[in-house]
């Protein structure tokens, strides 16, 4: 059973355009809801985390955006840049953070096109 | 200074054969994990170590086996390595009740 389900597998956006990537959970427990970012040959690095508590947060050009009734988040990226070419991953945790008992969405692999 | 560092970035071995994989973290944390990547890049939790107890054991075969002399350091041992084996092997750390897993570079994993 797959607790942090995420969408679309794969996104391509044109150089300034709006990215967005959707999670769902099921488990109403999760109170930690991380963001991660991986560049080809790295490992996943933390990019922006929200709690339940708070229905958006902005950092940047990225934003996330919380739906507790509906149980839901969704990454945006503002003014995409081929920079932001990586696999994103959502999270879900309980207890606060626990990061190691956080769970992952299947990620999903952005392109920017220049 | 890399802060969750591993090694080898590239192993490449023969079913059958016995490997380890090395992680070391400088970073002062009491946990530490490890986590499978596969060809399609999802990611799952095998393994979570605090202050060298197993934490978390997530149905991974007997044949894999972690173990943590102290806690900045956390190695995998993979005994009679199969095809399915093949994956990328991610090290993590985090502080106690920490919001972040620090990950290391990764490594390669590769059965033939």
């Known amino acids: 059973q797959q607790q942090v389900k995420q969408s679309p597998q794969s996104l391509i956006v044109q150089k300034g355009g709006i990215s967005i990537i959707n999670c769902a959970y099921e488990?109403?427990?999760?109170?930690?809801f991380p963001w991660y970012q991986q560049f080809p040959g790295k490992g996943p690095a933390l990019l922006i985390a929200?709690?339940?508590?708070?229905s958006e947060k902005k950092e940047g050009r990225f934003t996330i955006s919380f739906n507790k009734s509906a149980k839901q988040f969704s990454l945006h990226i503002m003014d995409s840049q081929p920079g932001d070419s990586a696999t994103y991953f959502c999270a879900a945790s309980i207890g606060g953070g626990n990061a190691g008992k956080s769970t992952f969405g299947d990620g999903t692999t952005l392109t920017v096109k220049p | 200074d890399t802060a969750v560092s591993q090694t080898p970035k590239y192993l490449v071995t023969q079913m059958g054969n016995d490997k380890s994989i090395k992680c070391e973290q400088n970073?002062?944390?009491?946990?530490m994990y490890w986590y499978k990547q596969d060809s399609k890049k999802f990611l799952k939790i095998m393994f979570s170590?605090?202050?060298?107890?197993?934490?978390i054991n997530e149905t991974v075969p007997n044949r894999f086996s972690p173990k943590s002399p102290d806690k900045a350091h956390l190695n995998l041992h993979i005994n009679s390595l199969e095809l399915g084996d093949s994956a990328v092997y991610f090290c993590?750390?985090?502080?106690?009740?920490?919001?972040?897993?620090?990950f290391g570079q990764g490594t390669r994993l590769t059965v033939v």
């Open positions: 993590a750390s985090s502080p106690d009740g920490g919001t972040e897993a620090f």
């Open positions: 970073l002062g944390h009491d946990t």
């Open positions: 170590y605090n202050n060298k107890e197993l934490i």
């Open positions: 929200i709690r339940p508590d708070v």
């Open positions: 488990n109403t427990a999760f109170d930690y």
